[in-house]
């Protein structure tokens, strides 16, 4: 079992900034990895973070506003997105997940598909 636990998600004006957090515990995670899901759309990737390594990747349209980032000494098992320049677009629920599976290229976590558990889910609202 692995337990995630968001926060941070809010209200926020155009062009401001949120930093949401994932909390993870319990089995081998491998990845974890930020969705988000507006009304009527599907759930899309975000970005992803390698649990034991430094990689992480962001989904192209939102490089260079968004960043993903893992914490250190007690934080260590929290995975951060940093959200900049925010856009009423970018209004939805967000989510992460845990991957426990092993892949053979980061790339392959950008489905949902590749991840057995999910957060809560933390909405964030971006207003004009």
């Known amino acids: 079992q692995v337990q995630l636990i968001e926060a941070g998600g809010g209200p926020v004006q155009a062009g401001g900034s949120l930093r949401l957090s994932c909390a993870a515990s319990g089995r081998t995670i491998y990845v974890v990895g930020w969705f988000r899901q507006a009304p009527g759309k599907d759930r899309e990737f975000v970005g992803l973070r390698d649990w034991d390594g430094d990689d992480s990747r962001i989904k192209d349209s939102l490089q260079g506003r968004f960043t993903i980032s893992r914490g250190r000494g007690n934080a260590k098992n929290t995975v951060y997105l940093q959200m900049n320049s925010l856009k009423p677009e970018d209004t939805a629920v967000y989510y992460c997940?845990?991957?426990?599976?092993?892949?053979?290229?980061?790339?392959?976590?950008?489905?949902?598909?590749?991840?057995?558990?999910w957060g809560q889910g933390t909405q964030v609202t971006v207003s004009s």
């Open positions: 997940a845990a991957s426990t599976s092993s892949y053979r290229y980061l790339y392959d976590y950008e489905g949902k598909e590749k991840y057995d558990y």
